[in-house]
Each structure stands twice: as structure tokens, then as C-alpha cells.
């Protein structure tokens, strides 16, 4: 094979490995359809507070909706009513792969939701500093007026008792990733919490049994949503159902 006829046939081989890659579905997408993400943020936020996750994931190829409730006006129930509201008419027509990613409260209202409703193309779950275990900050505080004046009939459902709304909720059967905090930006709370935590929840009270994979990141209870960490484990479950272990 003399050398010109060598070189037409690696630029030929090249050239087929670029189509390749070209015609390969993009991370993010299912056979060319976005996968879908609905976002749910913690206890006295709202939307707002989720913005650069909403425009991280949406830059990663993600159709995200990003749900904004009243965490502080309304009941455990009347929450996931509303969630499953939103999902029906935001994403359960479509096909695409659907996820959910949340911060603190949210957590719990997804996995309250799904344990009553399974949309047939739910994908995977990662939950940021969710208060799985309960809350001792609601343990300490939840029985006084002013707490639930202030946080609201739900938050006062998220102690550590075996009849608080997160420990009702039984293990999942879906995939689910648990991203913890171990920064403090509270130090009073973290006075009255037991072992290392976020400045809300403790490491320990994040953990989930059953869930896929559990890491803890250098955040803080408040900004974990924001954190370039964080974003980067979100992603990185969301396409492979596990963190990456490299960047821990």
C-alpha cells in the first residue's frame, strides 16, 4: 500500500469515527428527546433558590420544570397533591426519561409522592440534604406556636419520631442518590445537632436505606443547591446512577 493510498484510508476511518460520535445520543437525551427534570426546592424557599441548577442542567441538554410550592402554607398533603398535579401536566405525556432532583423538603415531598404514584418513564432521584431521618432541629422546636407560625403545618411533621412524615415513608424502589452536607454556616443549630452536619441536617438523618449511593460533599445546608459540587454529583448520577468518586 503505497503511502497516499495509506493516508486516504485513516482519513476515511477517521472521518467514519467522526459521524460516529455525531450520530451518538447526547448525554442528557433519550434517542434525541430531552430527558426531563423536575426540580423542587427546601422549606421557606421557592424557585428562585434553584436557579443555577435549573440553568446547569438545562445547559447539560435537560428539559428541567421547576417546581415552586408553599412550603409554608399548606399541609404534607395538600404538597403532594400539587406535585403530582404539576407532573401530570408537565411530563408524564412524554416518553423521555423523567427525574427529580430536590433540596431539603423537597426530598421528602418527592419521595411522599412517589410512594404513591409511579410514572411510567421515572428515571432517577437525587436528593440534596434531604432530612430523611427526621429533623432533631423540629424536635427540639416543633412543639413551640412560633415554629409553626413561622415554618408551617408541614414543617412540624419533620421530627425524628416514627410517626414524622419522613420516617412514614417506607424504602424506595426507585434509583436514588442522597448528596449530604458537611459545612456549617449556623453555628447555634449545629450546637443542637448530633454529630456532623449541615447546619440543619445531620449526615446521619440524610441517609436513606436503600438507596444506590450516598456522598458527602463540602456544603452547607443553604447553598448546597448552588454548590459546583453538588451540580457536578447531580449530573454525574443522573447519567450513570451513581456519584463520581473522583471528585469526592
Known sequence: MTRRVANLVALAVALCALSTRALSVEPGHSEGVPEQV?????????????????????????RVSNFDYDSRGRTPSDLVGDLASWVAECCESSTAPLHFVSHSLGGIL?????AD??????????????PNRGSELVDSMGDSAAFGALLGPTAVELGTGEGSLPNRLGPPDYEVGVIAGRQS???????????????????????????????????????????????????????????DRGVE
Do not use: C, W
Open 38 to 62: 423536575v426540580v423542587l426546592h427546601g422549606l421557606a424557599r421557592d424557585a428562585r433558590s434553584m436557579r443555577s441548577l435549573v440553568e446547569f442542567l438545562t445547559s447539560a441538554g435537560y
Open 110 to 114: 418527592v419521595r411522599a409522592y412517589l
Open 117 to 130: 404514584h409511579h410514572p411510567p418513564n421515572l428515571a432517577r432521584v437525587v436528593l440534596l440534604a434531604p
Open 185 to 243: 454556616v449556623n453555628p447555634i443549630a449545629s450546637l443542637l445537632l448530633p454529630g456532623p452536619d449541615d447546619g440543619a441536617v445531620t449526615i446521619e438523618s440524610a441517609k436513606l436505606v436503600g438507596a444506590a449511593d450516598f456522598i458527602v460533599i463540602d456544603a452547607t445546608h443553604t447553598f448546597i443547591m448552588r454548590n459546583a459540587q453538588a451540580h457536578q454529583q447531580v449530573l454525574h448520577f443522573l447519567r450513570t446512577g451513581h456519584f
